[in-house]
Nanobody, 124 residues
Framework: QVQLEESGGGLVQAGGSLRLSCAASGRTFSSYTMGWFRQAPGKEREFVAATNWSGHSVYYSDSVKGRFTISRDRAKNTVYLQMNSLKPEDTAVYYC?????????????????WGQGIQVTVSS
C-alpha cells in the first residue's frame, strides 16, 4: 500500500519558518516526481512546488517563489518543503503528492498519490 505522510506543520508567526516533510512508503519513489499543494478554507487546492526525480527540474507557484524551497532525499524516500518568510495568506492544509511522470506538473489531476494533509497556520 502506497502511503505519503506529512509532518512538520503547526502554528507560526508571520515572518517565521517551518519545514514540512513527506515520507513515502509502500514503494520506491526515487524516480517519481514529488510535489506540494495547499488548500485554504473556502478555496480550491492550489499548486505550491514540485521537483522531478533528480531535483534538476523544480517548479514553484509565483506566490511562494523566493520564500519556499522544495528538496528531496531519494535514499530516504522523503521530500521537504522549507517555508521561510511566512505570511498569513500561507495558512492552509498542505498536501504531499507524487506521480511517476518525469516532468513536474502544476495540475493536481496529473498526480496519483496524496498524503492526508497537514495544517499550517501563520498568525499576523
Amino acid at each position: 500500500q502506497v502511503q505519503l505522510e506529512e509532518s512538520g506543520g503547526g502554528l507560526v508567526q508571520a515572518g517565521g519558518s517551518l519545514r514540512l516533510s513527506c515520507a513515502a512508503s509502500g514503494r520506491t519513489f526515487s524516480s517519481y516526481t514529488m510535489g506540494w499543494f495547499r488548500q485554504a478554507p473556502g478555496k480550491e487546492r492550489e499548486f505550491v512546488a514540485a521537483t522531478n526525480w533528480s531535483g534538476h527540474s523544480v517548479y514553484y507557484s509565483d506566490s511562494v517563489k523566493g520564500r519556499f524551497t522544495i528538496s528531496r532525499d531519494r535514499a530516504k524516500n522523503t521530500v521537504y518543503l522549507q517555508m521561510n518568510s511566512l505570511k498569513p495568506e500561507d495558512t492552509a492544509v498542505y498536501y504531499c503528492t507524487s506521480t511517476p511522470a518525469l516532468i513536474p506538473s502544476r495540475s493536481e489531476v496529473d498526480y496519483d498519490y496524496w498524503g492526508q494533509g497537514i495544517q499550517v497556520t501563520v498568525s499576523s
